[in-house]
């Protein structure tokens, strides 16, 4: 174990030492703390004048920041991505089952705040991004598949695509297929952040299907895949169902896989061509 932590840590060291990844802190007001992100950056970055369009990846429950870029099963994804595409990612880290909302009882949870109104102006300001929604997109995996939906969808005016892979898009714990413990587990930690909320129609705000009538008029592009062997694929089909049933054009799909690195490892590519062909419809330059 210890060697492969090692391993892992020299891994994470190369990328902190090349040109092309920055390791930032961003101080939030909202919860008095610093939260660590990674802002990739597409060869030639420096020398440009140019600006760059923004995606921001989303890690998922109890990650990390760095988790896109140490534990893709494929060296130097991100790095790759960002050069064929001439973008910027960003994958930013926020506290482990947050997902990505404002919590109304703690204090300490108030990531829907620090991701509109701190991370992403900090983005703006310090690096060379387009600034406007034409030119911004959000993904991410589980935990961050569930934040990618919501925060575009209660925040349109920043976001004109928005993705999700194996993402948790019901919080609701009765319709994953895991053991009692972790149901347990997530339903008190749910409770904590959240109070009493509905889980049955009509679903509460704080999930990601109970948005769906905003994605219907915001005009957001969206993706939403997941592997038919996932623990939340019933929360997939869930949200794909009730997208359909209100008419918000959007893009589904299942395929082999489960909640892995592998599968969204596959995934993240097919995100990203996803995202250019929505940038290209647009004149972001």
């Not at 969204?264 to 990203?272: Q, R, V």
Request: with cysteine; net charge negative.
């Amino acid at each position: 174990m210890k060697k492969i932590f090692l391993l892992l840590s020299l891994f994470w060291l190369s990328l902190n030492l090349s040109a092309q990844v920055d390791t930032i802190e961003v101080y939030s007001k909202a919860m008095n703390k610093h939260l660590k992100a990674a802002v990739v950056k597409p060869s030639g970055y420096a020398s440009s004048e140019s600006a760059y369009p923004s995606v921001y990846l989303l890690h998922g429950g109890s990650g990390s920041f760095s988790d896109w870029h140490l534990k893709t099963t494929k060296e130097n994804l991100l790095i790759d991505l960002a050069n064929q595409y001439k973008i910027l990612i960003i994958t930013p880290g926020v506290g482990p089952s947050s997902y990505y909302y404002d919590s109304p009882l703690m204090d300490s949870v108030k990531y829907e705040t620090y991701f509109i109104h701190e991370l992403i102006p900090h983005i703006d300001e310090h690096y060379k991004t387009l600034k406007k929604r034409e030119a911004r997109a959000i993904t991410g995996l589980s935990m961050g598949g569930h934040g990618a939906m919501m925060l575009s969808a209660k925040h349109p005016e920043l976001f004109i695509a928005a993705g999700s892979m194996s993402g948790v898009m019901n919080i609701d714990t009765d319709l994953w297929k895991v053991n009692e413990d972790f149901r347990k587990i997530r339903k008190e930690g749910q409770k904590e952040m959240l109070g009493q909320i509905t889980y049955q129609t009509p679903y509460s705000t704080y999930t990601a299907v109970g948005l769906v009538d905003k994605m219907k008029d915001n005009g957001i592009a969206l993706l939403i895949d997941c592997g038919v062997d996932d623990f939340l694929l019933e929360t997939n089909r869930q949200i794909h169902q009730l997208l359909l049933d209100n008419g918000t054009p959007h893009e589904y799909t299942e395929r082999p896989g489960a909640h892995t690195w592998q599968y969204w490892t596959d995934a993240l590519p097919f995100h990203m061509l996803f995202i250019d062909n929505v940038f290209k419809n647009y004149d972001i330059k």
